[in-house]
């Protein structure tokens, strides 16, 4: 039964200094679903019995089955600790990899984490990937150290060497925190450097040089777990018991005299207690003695499970229990099974769910404490510059440091994602039970009802049958109409808000701006007479319109599987909104103000890779999987539904389990039809390399000889339609450094490329001064912020160094990169090799320029553009690839009526420029990039075997394998082609016996070392292969398996050697 009923969770909304908003977050198997039933079963909302056998906050059948949790789902706990009463807002996360982004909507909302971590398995991926989404958002995390009974049990090491593997997994950890840590420091050693010089302070000694990193005058003593301040649980959440130190103190400070706060500095560490002078002594290790962690507490909890599991003396256990001070019940105490005796007294002894509260409570900050840091992070992303932001929005931060609820601060709510719930759940669907008057009038209205039937009877007129049944009839066909209307409508899932309320107070019924991604409000404010309609909703509005206006229709506490409705809400707490389905997509900011930024995006772990497309089984349904795949796309934070140009509906996932989840929802929860799902469709990318040195056959290419054709030249010479321009061009291959920076400066590319093209379109008309003045570029007026143009000084410096140690080809390459594409922030470049025609791409020159040329440079960048977006191969992108334009003239005549043959001459260029690049790509040795999974495996001795077996069939290969410390299981990491990697998990668990489990991310491109057109050339490869090679080309197969699903054409030929072929008669 509940201990807390909604009207007292309400209440302790009002008191945002008691509110803790937390998530748990850790690998996949570690213990966070049984740890979160646990604490749910402190509030009565579940039997303490049933925790970790019902895992509550999993309510969907899937996650039932499988054992896993696909989202992120809040609850609402009552907490009393010293005196006060406490609400935690307890968001539990999932552990797999493909829900990573389920991770980054709940870390968002939050202002701490539970880091939960198997003591056996140690640090996993995922929780590498957990501490850092964390820290990134700063969060301030407690640890967990779970599933210590397996130590014991599964394990069997004595309390000392226990002491020596949970120091081991605490180090572990500390050194994840460390590492990211000293990573933020010096990312933020060259701004702080820069600023100094802009303000240099004043220095009395000028001899003096200060040689002091930054590491050592950062403050690192929040940063790392250590169970001494209180931060870390040793627990088995199947068990229902944990400890801090702490609790120990308390615990054992009577019986060793001596003082609490001494003993909780010494219980953990080289202490051990000297037997004769009771006094803590320090160098346990080097005088071989046992430390007092161990003396006072594994041993304790190694011999109940030794009395009660392992040697079943039950007996002991009445006695063990007085001795404790607890109580069993006589039915515990006469139970069967060994492990429910042991829960029952573990949980009445060192509770897991009072221990973690107390703790929640006492170290991780409420609403009240957020920090400036994480406030400025929210406000601006990665690039952007809060000091950039227009002075009405920069305001807004002293709101968001007050998170007060006052009537006259600005309504600030942020939503991290939508999540679709069935309409019979909402509370205002929901039954009411009725009370005791209500009940009594009912009874009374239904006698008087019976007793008039009973009047009527005697006076009741016939009827002829005939027009009885014909109203009937009438009746049903309305009654079915109506049903119908009414269960289209219920089908339809409800979608809530998942909210947090930074700043003011919300009722139901206010009006808000509903505020876009892409929102910023240095643009709108700087419009004069900015008119917003009312009633326009998302699909409304225009692409650079991000604004609507909604009515907040329902709020509600998350309670799990249930929500409770409620009337206001305030700053600091984790809502549900409902009544936002046609204004909000997946994320989006609400406000009284329309200067309030867009929140910066979410950063996701996992990218969406795997596609497939989807289509239904019956055409005619085609409208409600339209229908279906816009609702699953809102529900699904990490989604992506696209349409191409073909017609396919495709659905991009992060995984192959999570590609089945967003099946089962379409099929079941969306669009309710059956669906045909094509194979999964694996994205490529083209690219050329250096001509080989060395044949297939492992033999120097240049000391034989080769039957090859007429060497190409590598400078592709163009000319449009008309012949008015000419151009020149070759493709060369970017270094690797080069294309990672590339490839990391995504963002940066793409704002470069935005304020060239303002600049152009701009210089394009009359009055550029006037133009340039109410023009506003991330944030300030015709000009890059401060910081923007750092970080291009840094990207440019970067680039250069790496240049310099190419060697003298690259001297000069900085200067010429003319754009990058695909989509104006790719990893080619244009680079500008003409003598006579310049460009600046980073510094892009501001004046009209005299050159005919100018005029149509947007055309030529746009044929660059569109040849990188699908390359010669196999319609892909290209990755890796730069194109010098060695020459480009242009001879354009006034009068010239070409134009109406050929088309405008900036359509031409365009053709002409993609037509070049194509061919200068062709010119040189292609290759295809396949895309390639980190791949993280936990895998037992006995089967090691089976797993690289496993991974060599499908082209995978092993970069590492660790034997994990204390067990006989290997940590294996391997990286396997996306394009093999299906069902690879299954494969893996058959072969295995359900002994290894993969956990798959995606880590970068790879190219394939196979010319896709490759056949024997050089004299060692005809020895070896012959003339007629017919083996498998693995480059060939992915370029021809990719063309033919899009329908290019292939040189596969059915007749291949005619001289084989039979006739079709039969021999007798």
């Not at 931060?397 to 994602?417: A, E, G, R, V």
């Amino acid at each position: 039964m509940r201990l807390v009923d909604t009207r007292k969770l309400s209440q302790l909304q009002n008191n945002p200094k008691n509110i803790r908003n937390i998530c748990i977050v850790a690998h996949v198997d570690h213990g966070k679903t049984t740890l979160a039933d646990s604490l749910i079963s402190s509030n009565g909302i579940i039997s303490q019995r049933m925790s970790g056998k019902l895992r509550y906050m999993d309510s969907r059948p899937d996650e039932q089955e499988r054992g896993i949790t696909m989202k992120s789902s809040s609850i609402a706990l009552y907490h009393a600790a010293n005196e006060e009463e406490y609400l935690v807002n307890l968001i539990d996360s999932p552990g797999h990899i493909d829900f990573s982004s389920e991770v980054s909507t709940a870390v968002r909302l939050c202002d701490g984490a539970i880091v939960v971590v198997d003591v056996v398995e140690g640090v996993c991926p995922q929780t590498r990937l957990a501490l850092k989404q964390a820290y990134s958002e700063n969060i301030r995390a407690v640890l967990v150290l779970n599933k210590i009974d397996r130590l014991i049990l599964e394990m069997q090491l004595t309390p000392l060497d226990a002491y020596v593997h949970l120091s081991q997994v605490l180090e572990q950890v500390n050194a994840v925190m460390g590492e990211l840590f000293s990573t933020e420091v010096f990312e933020n050693e060259n701004t702080n450097i820069e600023k100094q010089k802009e303000h240099p302070p004043v220095q009395e000694d000028k001899d003096y040089y200060d040689w002091t990193s930054a590491l050592e005058d950062a403050d690192d003593s929040t940063l790392y777990f250590s169970p001494e301040q209180g931060n870390v649980v040793f627990a088995s959440a199947i068990d229902g018991w944990g400890f801090t130190i702490h609790t120990f103190a308390k615990l054992f400070s009577a019986k060793l005299g001596i003082k609490e706060d001494l003993l909780r500095k010494v219980l953990w560490g080289d202490f051990y207690l000297n037997t004769k002078t009771k006094r803590v002594m320090k160098g346990a290790q080097e005088k071989a003695k046992k430390p007092l962690f161990v003396q006072v507490i594994l041993d304790n909890l190694w011999s109940i499970y030794e009395t009660i599991v392992s040697r079943n003396e039950k007996e002991k256990v009445s006695i063990m229990c007085e001795k404790l001070g607890i109580k069993l019940t006589a039915r515990d105490l006469r139970h069967t099974d060994k492990r429910v005796q042991l829960q029952s007294l573990m949980m009445q002894w060192i509770p897991l769910s009072q221990t973690i509260l107390n703790m929640v409570c006492e170290k991780l900050p409420s609403p009240k404490e957020i920090i400036s840091d994480k406030v400025e992070k929210l406000m601006c992303s990665g690039i952007g510059d809060f000091e950039a932001l227009h002075p009405e929005a920069q305001k807004l931060k002293k709101d968001f440091l007050d998170c007060d609820s006052s009537d006259d601060k600005p309504i600030i709510i942020f939503i991290s994602k939508m999540f679709g719930v069935d309409k019979s759940v909402l509370p205002e669907n929901k039954p009411k039970s009725l009370t005791e008057e209500e009940m009594a009038t009912r009874r009374e209205k239904a006698r008087q009802l019976r007793e008039q039937q009973k009047l009527n009877n005697t006076s009741v007129e016939p009827v002829p049958i005939v027009e009885q049944r014909k109203e009937d009839i009438n009746e049903n066909i309305d009654e079915k109409a109506e049903d119908n209307k009414e269960l289209d409508d219920i089908e339809q899932p409800a979608f809530i808000a998942f909210a947090r309320i930074f700043s003011g107070k919300v009722k139901r019924g206010d009006k808000v701006y509903v505020l876009g991604p892409k929102h910023d409000p240095s643009k709108v404010l700087s419009i004069k007479d900015l008119k917003i309609d009312f009633d326009n909703k998302l699909k409304d509005l225009n692409s650079d319109e991000h604004i609507t206006y909604a009515e907040i229709k329902s709020l509600y506490i998350l309670m799990g599987r249930d929500l409770e409705s409620i009337d206001e809400a305030i700053a600091g707490n984790i809502v549900g909104i409902g009544g936002l389905e046609e204004h909000v997509l997946k994320t989006a900011t609400l406000s009284n103000t329309i200067a309030c930024p867009a929140f910066s995006e979410l950063q996701y772990a996992a990218v969406p890779i795997l596609r497939v497309a989807v289509e239904p089984t019956v055409p005619s349904q085609l409208s409600q999987l339209v229908k279906g795949l816009k609702l699953l796309n809102q529900s699904d934070s990490c989604v992506q539904v696209l349409l191409q140009e073909t017609g396919e509906h495709v659905l991009v996932t992060a995984g192959e389990v999570h590609l089945e989840r967003c099946l089962e929802d379409l099929k079941k929860q969306y669009a309710k039809i059956p669906i045909s799902v094509s194979e999964p469709i694996v994205p490529f990318r083209e690219t050329i390399v250096e001509p080989p040195k060395i044949d297939m056959a492992n033999e120097e290419i240049d000391s034989q000889n080769i039957d090859s054709k007429k060497e190409e030249d590598p400078i592709i010479t163009v000319y449009t339609n008309n012949k008015q321009s000419g151009i020149k061009i070759r493709a060369k291959p970017l270094p690797n450094e080069i294309t990672a920076l590339l490839d990391k400066s995504t963002d940066l590319l793409k704002a470069i490329s935005q304020h060239i093209k303002k600049l152009q379109s701009i210089s394009k008309k009359e009055e550029l001064e006037t133009k340039l003045e109410g023009l506003y570029l991330n944030g300030t007026k015709h000009k890059l912020s401060d910081r923007m143009l750092k970080l291009i000084q840094v990207f440019e410096d970067e680039l250069q160094s790496i240049c310099t140690k190419l060697g003298p080809e690259w001297k000069d390459f900085v200067g010429q990169i003319w754009s990058a594409g695909p989509r104006n922030c790719g990893s080619n470049l244009l680079l500008n090799h003409t003598t006579d025609y310049n460009t600046k791409f980073i510094h892009h020159d501001k004046e009209i320029k005299d050159d005919p040329r100018f005029e149509y440079e947007g055309s030529f960048v746009n044929g660059f553009q569109l040849a990188t977006l699908a390359g010669p191969l196999c319609d892909e992108p290209m990755m890796g690839v730069a194109f010098c334009v060695e020459e480009w003239t242009l001879d354009k005549n006034e009068v010239d009526d070409s134009s109406q043959t050929f088309g405008p001459l900036s359509g031409q260029i365009m053709s002409a420029v993609k037509d070049g690049c194509r061919k200068a790509f062709q010119a040189q040795p292609q290759r295809i990039m396949a895309a390639m999974y980190s791949c993280d495996i936990v895998v037992d001795q006995k089967v090691l075997g089976k797993l690289y077996a496993a991974l060599g069939r499908r082209g995978g290969r092993v970069i590492a394998s660790d034997l994990q410390g204390g067990s006989a299981s290997f940590r294996v990491r391997a990286l396997l082609p996306v394009a093999e990697s299906f069902k690879f998990a299954l494969e893996l668990r058959t072969h295995t016996s359900g002994l290894a489990a993969p956990q798959l991310l995606f880590s970068h491109w790879e190219v394939v070392d196979i010319d896709p057109f490759w056949r024997p050339r050089t004299e060692e490869e005809y020895l070896q292969w012959g003339e007629k090679w017919d083996g498998v080309n693995r480059a060939k197969a992915y370029v021809d398996s990719v063309r033919v699903r899009k329908g290019l054409a292939t040189d596969k030929q059915l007749v291949q050697h005619a001289e084989k072929q039979r006739t079709l008669s039969k021999k007798k």
